[in-house]
């Protein structure tokens, strides 16, 4: 699946027209940029996305995250899915958390940190691409290593900081189930040069059950 990374409710709001935009991924960043309070954000979201909504936990100890995660899913509902740091305590706690809310792993990047998130229930592992290439030398690499350790279980890989449509194509073949994309790289990916060139040519040289319309 795809969705689209942002909590900007103009933006949930142009793709849900779009129709293939399956769901809505935030952080605390995003939520920062909305012009509404987080809460206020994500009713707003949960009602424009045709799919999940995911909210990443802030607090930082056990009691409070629980807590935190809870109270999102009394927000958001069954479209809930909890981004929870790849940490000692977020194991914890998504382990707690995912019979009974799906918990996204979010952060990862080492193999170690997938088996964990496998062990822990998770119904998806995070990965950071583009952050991982920089920071780590092939953020490519990191998810055929995710892909190869999950597989065979039920926590599926998603692939986000992705800056171009060749990245995100990139991340699929290389094992990632699913792909979050700001607005600007969704858009991009629908679009080539040559497709526009290939589709006025046909419509300048050619004739459809239209053409007698536009006379």
């Known amino acids: 699946m795809i969705y689209l990374d942002s909590a900007i409710i103009i933006e949930a709001q142009i793709v849900r027209q779009w129709g293939w935009v399956k769901g809505i991924t935030t952080?605390?960043?995003?939520?920062?940029?909305?012009?509404?309070?987080?809460?206020?954000?994500?009713?707003?979201?949960?009602?424009?996305?045709?799919?999940?909504?995911?909210?990443?936990?802030?607090?930082a100890t056990f009691e409070d995250m629980v807590a935190e995660g809870r109270q999102a899913y009394e927000i958001i509902g069954q479209q809930t899915v909890l981004k929870i740091p790849a940490t000692q305590v977020g194991f914890q706690v998504a382990a707690n958390l995912s019979q009974e809310i799906p918990?996204?792993?979010?952060?990862?990047?080492?193999?170690?940190?997938?088996?964990?998130?496998?062990?822990?229930?998770?119904?998806?592992?995070?990965?950071?691409v583009n952050r991982a290439t920089r920071l780590l030398g092939d953020g490519l690499a990191l998810v055929r290593e995710m892909a190869n350790l999950l597989q065979g279980s039920s926590t599926e890989?998603?692939?986000?900081?992705?800056?171009?449509?060749q990245e995100a194509a990139d991340a699929l073949q290389a094992g990632a189930n699913h792909l979050t994309l700001p607005l600007t790289v969704l858009e991009a990916m629908t679009t080539h040069e040559l497709s526009e060139q290939t589709v006025k040519e046909f419509n300048q040289k050619g004739q459809g059950i239209t053409t007698k319309l536009r006379v």
């Open 27 to 59: 952080n605390p960043t995003l939520l920062a940029n909305s012009e509404l309070s987080p809460e206020e954000t994500l009713k707003q979201l949960r009602l424009l996305s045709p799919g999940e909504v995911y909210y990443q936990l802030t607090t």
């Open 103 to 128: 918990c996204a792993i979010t952060a990862i990047y080492s193999g170690a940190q997938t088996a964990i998130a496998r062990e822990t229930g998770a119904k998806y592992a995070i990965a950071y």
């Open 157 to 165: 890989i998603l692939a986000a900081s992705l800056k171009s449509p």
